[in-house]
C-alpha cells in the first residue's frame, strides 16, 4: 500500500509505537510486524497484527461491526484524522499525516482467532521470501515437513487445524529451531 517514500527506522518506530499504544485499549493483543519487527534501517509503511475485541454493547442493534476497533476507526475517519483506503474484515488500510513526517501508511490485519496469531504473525512479519520458505513444502525446497500444511491463516497436519497461539508454536511444529524477525531476510535463515 506504501504511497510514502521510506523513512529511517528511528523516525517510524516511535509513530507505529505510539499507534498500537492508541489502540491497544480496544484490542486483545496488538504488536507491530513487518520491516519495524524485522529491525530494517527503512520503513515504508507499518504493520500491524491486533486481535480486536468484541463489542460488548449493542445500542439499537444495528452493528455494522462486531469490533470496537472499527468504531474506533470509523470515528477517526469522521473525525478527518486518517483517510481509510481498505476496509475489510481481516485487513484496514489508511494513511494519516505527521507535521514533520507527512503521510503515513498502516497496514492493519485483524485476526481474531488466538489459536491462529503464530502462523499470521510469522507471515506478516516477513520478509515475503521467508514467509514463501516456511509455507511451501520441503520437496519445493521450502521448510514445510511432509504430512503438514498451511492454509486458511493456519497450520493443518491431515484434517486437524493445529493451534499456533505463538510463532513459536509455528516453529515448533516445523521442527525448526526459533529464527528471530532480524534474521529473516535474503535466504539468511537456510545457512
Known amino acids: 500500500m506504501s504511497n510514502s517514500p521510506k523513512r529511517p527506522y528511528d523516525v517510524m518506530w516511535p509513530i507505529a509505537r505510539d499507534l498500537v499504544e492508541r489502540l491497544r485499549p480496544f484490542c486483545q493483543r496488538i504488536e507491530i510486524a513487518g520491516s519495524l519487527r524485522r529491525g530494517k534501517a527503512e520503513i515504508g509503511d507499518i504493520e500491524i497484527m491486533a486481535i480486536p475485541c468484541p463489542v460488548r454493547v449493542r445500542f439499537d442493534g444495528l452493528i455494522k461491526s462486531p469490533y470496537q476497533l472499527d468504531w474506533v476507526l470509523e470515528e477517526r475517519v469522521r473525525q478527518q484524522r486518517i483517510v481509510l483506503v481498505r476496509n475489510g474484515p481481516r485487513q484496514k488500510s489508511f494513511h494519516f499525516n505527521l507535521k514533520d513526517v507527512g503521510q503515513v501508511d498502516v497496514e492493519l490485519w485483524l485476526q481474531p482467532d488466538p489459536q491462529t ?74 545457512q
Open 117 to 190: 496469531w503464530g502462523c499470521n504473525f510469522m507471515i506478516r512479519t516477513g520478509s515475503a521470501d521467508f514467509s514463501k520458505w516456511m509455507v511451501t513444502s520441503q520437496g519445493w525446497g521450502g521448510a514445510m515437513p511432509m504430512g503438514l500444511r498451511f492454509a486458511e491463516g493456519r497450520l493443518w497436519q491431515g484434517d486437524v487445524a493445529l493451534p499456533t497461539p505463538e510463532e513459536a508454536d509455528v516453529f515448533d511444529a516445523l521442527g525448526l529451531a526459533w529464527i528471530p524477525p532480524q534474521e529473516r531476510k535474503a535466504g539468511r535463515w537456510g
